[in-house]
């Protein structure tokens, strides 16, 4: 399915590492991350975009996984990074990452949270609303430190994609709506901050989006604005955040776009706006996520109770589901798996994958084809890279999987295996209780 996933002798790998070894090691569920995958991916952003057009910068959206270690990879792909609370920033700065090259998103960070990010010096906030703006002004005057901000608009556009996870309809809770009494009374407040760089304005339609017309005419969107903000302040366009969105494979039927189709699109309508209007390029950011992460991720689970109901069903119940990944009920998203041993074995029966949360929802795929099957065995989910772990739960008091890094035949620790004593280790009992 994806390149680092292979077959060997009849057992399956992620790069050089045996699924079945990997599960016995480290224990399951387990997620496990192919770090040549994330590396190809970020390859893939230079050669289609970074490189091919000058002054263009990716940002990795962080809220897809973020982990310290990933932090580390991403800093050394010299890509820029994308948070999103306090928390994102913190993993971030934690783990050293250059704090110029934060992108600092929400739709409504706390004081505490804005201040962290000016105190930290971070390299851009991504101003969501007009509350924000006055808020960031007066901490920055507080600080005596000034700050780089792009507006996030609302473009107004809708994408082909789950309800859930299309941010760019009038109809948002995010970012700043083009109505123009609104927006230009803010982009006239922000020209006139002496703490505030205005740079730009960053928009997102969506996410897992195959089609590029969503990008496309929020990007004309965009422009449109940026000539009416050059026409009525003289406002020169510095920057412009474009977001993420790049669909990926989870299924054999999925066909997703390389990047390049999205942002040859992209860039060829700020170039044409930019000749017919006299202006100078901006520079573009990409935010992309689950194209970096998503591919690279397996789950790793054992198979436990299998229960058959005549002339319905089979469920196959494995050691994790919904608290380790939510997207099949979240977002009714579709996965595939295989067992790790015989992969390629002649399916005989259709089976429901099921978790082992108290709820009939907790179903990760429906209708899956499987060869005869064991309790004791491995299958391995693909694709669980992006919003798997970073949407993790402890629903049910369940342990959220630990996490493997992978790159050719060497396995490490990422995120060690929780104990039932982490479960317990912010409860308090108050003395009258004891
Ligand atoms: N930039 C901004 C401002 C975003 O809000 C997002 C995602 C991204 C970039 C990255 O989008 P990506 O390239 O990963 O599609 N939990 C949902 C996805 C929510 C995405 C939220 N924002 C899911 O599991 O499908």
Redesign the pocket.
Known sequence: MHNHIQVKENNLYIEGCRATELAEKYGTPLYVLSENSIREKCQMVKNDFLNKYPNTHA?Y?S??LLTSSLVKLIEQEGFYM?V?SGGELYTAIHAKFPSERIIF?GNNKSLEELEMAVKNQVGRI?VDNLYELEALSTICRALNRKTHVLF?ITPGVSSS??D??A?GKKDSK?GISLDESIIFSAVETVLNDPFITFLGF???V????FDNASHVSATEIALELVKKAHEQFGYDFKEL?V?????IKYTDSCEPQKIGYFVDAIMATIAAFCKDNEMAMPSVFI??????V?EAGTTLYTVGSIKKIPDIRTYVAIDGGMTDN??PA??Q?KYQATMAKRPFADTTQTVTLCGKCCETGDILIENLPLPEINSGEIIAVFSTG???Y??ASHYNKHLIPAMVLVNGDQSNVIIRRETFEDLVQYDEIPGYLK
């Open positions: 940002a959206a809220k897809a994308d999103v998103h991504v996030r994609t789950h859930y996870i941010t995010f960053h928009f997102h969506g996410s897992q989006i955040n977001g993420g969105g790049f669909g935010e992309p996520g689950r194209f970096i998503g939510i997207r979240l977002y998203a992006a919003y798997n970073a949407m």
